[in-house]
């Protein structure tokens, strides 16, 4: 690293804040440089050339430095830097492009009418908003619940945070916004319901049914859904679940949102995730592909029967009030306009397809290792999920530590992938990538899979070995807990957390710790004192203890909850206890 470099590095950790970045392990490790770009490669502050194997942020689809794009913004920067869409204003590109948005999703679904945003938070956030707009407007004012899914990921902002199902994006960031409701999630692999597909019948998709009568079908405006979740790991659905979920909308006159601001502009092997399965929206949510990252933008694409209804039934003089000041902005849209362009040009969707096949079965030989669990993906989106034991799919002590190191292995060796989910490496990488680059990202990701065995795998092992298993809650309190406990880790922490145990064993047993040692002991009543309260079934409970259930999961799929400071609970895995 240059001094230049080296001067860029601790500006950043002056002064820039990260998004989902570990603010220690910044400021210990240092931010990773990128300067330049070019096709599915990107160069660092060293000099050296990576394969951006997670195109920026599932953004890049057509690859850097698109000369097309590049003109198309200058050329309006030159024209008409920025004008407004507020007041009935508006500008050429912005109608260019909602006819162009508009003209690719089949005509007789009639998803005719696109409101722009930022990004795909903001765009989500739109769909809301308008979706409940759309109920209070046809006099059903109840209807303004949000039904969403556990793993599914829609946003950051409050609203668009609480219909994401990643419990840990949540933490310390309430009140909640009111008004939303989560599902089970399509994730076989770990199943929330303890069920085997294809036995289970996609019980998954039935149970949203179920919460749809539990709430009342006339409280529900809409359901929103990511194609493929992505950020939770790259969950592909049964390919009969979007039929049955299209059906359940139907069966109770519910809109479906689809979120598909990773899913969009070909990243499946075809232009939209929808038409893996045919099965129409009535709301879309587009991002990231949409410019292929080049400029930030978002749209909302809405139906005719939505759209005219609030169209028609606002009061006069009353406008549709809702917008953010750059939606439409007039460079953004003309870097849309010849991002797409491209993407149709080049066919870069039947390009995806072709070497996302190839991708993910040279992927599926990683399963030659111990700990990848399972190998799963669609069109350039591979998931590699780690465990410590491919039997019981036991998850690592820490969450998230196996496939951080993974990534950091593959950086140092070339390859920009991304640690997601519970304990997932993520692959998305541009488009346009071949055969040939695909891989030499399988050859980069087995050596850095080898090397997070080496010295991860053992020790992990060891430790599950010499903890033991309990058959009851009680067994760890009083017997197993004293083995795991760390009490170098514990000196000078002053902590009192309760577990509030439900089911045929309930309990509730308070766990308090000081200097370096605790002391646990079952109560009749809840403490008010505690800093954290953990509540599981004691049936759950033990699963978690023996390694059956990952806390990640469990947590996710809300079989535990937290009340009271999550930091707190989250210290419990540092001390060896969960």
Not at 185 to 209: D, F, H, N
Not at 387 to 394: C, I, P
Not at 440 to 454: G, H, K, Q, V, Y
Not at 560 to 576: I, K
Request: glycine share 8%.
């Amino acid at each position: 690293m240059n001094l230049k470099m080296a001067s860029l590095a601790e500006r950043d950790l002056a002064h820039l804040i990260h998004p989902l970045t570990e603010p220690r392990h910044l400021a210990a490790h240092g931010p990773r440089l990128v300067v330049s770009g070019d096709g599915w490669w990107i160069t660092d502050d060293r000099g050296r050339r990576l394969i951006d194997g997670f195109a920026g942020l599932w953004c890049v689809n057509v690859g850097h430095g698109r000369p097309e794009i590049i003109e198309a913004v200058r050329a309006q920067m030159e024209t008409l830097e920025y004008f407004t869409t507020f007041h009935g204003q508006s500008h050429p590109k912005a109608v260019e492009l909602a006819e162009k948005l508009a003209s690719m999703f089949p005509k007789k679904w009639g998803l005719d009418h696109v409101m722009f945003s930022s990004g795909g938070s903001e765009a989500n956030e739109t769909n809301i908003k308008l979706v409940r707009l759309y109920w209070a407007l046809k006099g059903e004012h109840r209807r303004v619940a949000i039904i969403a899914r556990h793993h599914g990921y829609h946003g950051l902002t409050i609203a668009t945070m609480t219909a994401t199902g990643i419990m840990p994006l949540r933490w310390n960031f309430g009140p909640e916004a009111p008004g939303f409701e989560l599902g089970p999630a399509p994730y076989c692999y770990r199943c929330e319901l303890g069920l085997a597909y294809p036995e289970c019948k996609i019980a998954c998709v039935t149970s949203l049914a179920e919460l749809i009568e539990r709430v009342g079908p006339d409280t529900v405006a809409a359901i929103m859904a990511e194609p493929i979740i992505g950020s939770s790991g790259i969950i592909p659905p049964p390919p009969e679940y979007f039929p049955m979920l299209r059906e359940i909308c139907d069966r109770y006159g519910i809109p479906l949102i689809l979120d598909e601001v990773v899913t969009a502009f070909g990243r499946t092997g075809k232009m939209f995730g929808f038409e893996h399965w045919n099965v129409r929206p009535d709301l879309v949510t587009l991002a990231k592909g949409l410019t292929s990252g080049y400029l930030p933008m978002g749209a909302s694409v809405v139906s005719h029967e939505i759209w005219s209804t609030i169209s028609e039934r606002l009061p006069d003089y009353v406008p549709l009030s809702h917008g953010f000041t750059y939606m439409g902005h007039p460079v953004c849209c003309a870097a849309a306009l010849a991002n797409i362009d491209i993407i149709e040009r080049e066919d870069l969707p039947a390009n995806a397809a072709r070497v996302g096949t190839h991708l993910l079965e040279r992927a599926r030989e990683l399963q030659r290792f111990d700990s990848v669990g399972e190998v799963r993906g669609i069109g350039l989106m591979v998931g590699i999920e780690l465990v410590t034991d491919r039997e019981s799919k036991r998850g690592f002590s820490l969450p998230h530590s196996a496939c951080t190191r993974v990534e950091t292995e593959a950086w140092e060796r070339g390859l920009s992938c991304r640690a997601m989910g519970t304990e997932v490496v993520g692959l998305a990488p541009p488009l346009t990538i071949d055969v040939e680059t695909a891989d030499r990202m399988i050859e980069i990701l087995a050596d850095s899979i080898e090397a997070m065995e080496r010295d991860m795998l053992g020790k992990e092992r060891a430790r599950a070995s010499a903890s033991g298993r309990i058959s009851a809650s009680a067994e760890f309190f009083e017997k197993l807990l004293p083995s795991r406990f760390d009490a170098e880790a514990a000196k000078d922490l002053d902590l009192v957390v309760q577990f509030v145990l439900d089911g045929p064993e309930a309990a509730i047993w308070v766990l308090s710790i000081r200097d370096g040692a605790f002391d646990a002991s079952r109560i009749a009543e809840e403490r008010s004192d505690a800093a954290a309260t953990i509540r599981s079934s004691a049936a759950d409970f033990v699963k978690l203890v023996n390694g059956d259930l990952s806390g990640a999961d469990a947590f996710s799929s809300q079989r535990l909850t937290v009340d009271g400071d999550l930091g707190a609970a989250a210290r419990l895995m540092t001390l060896g206890i969960m």
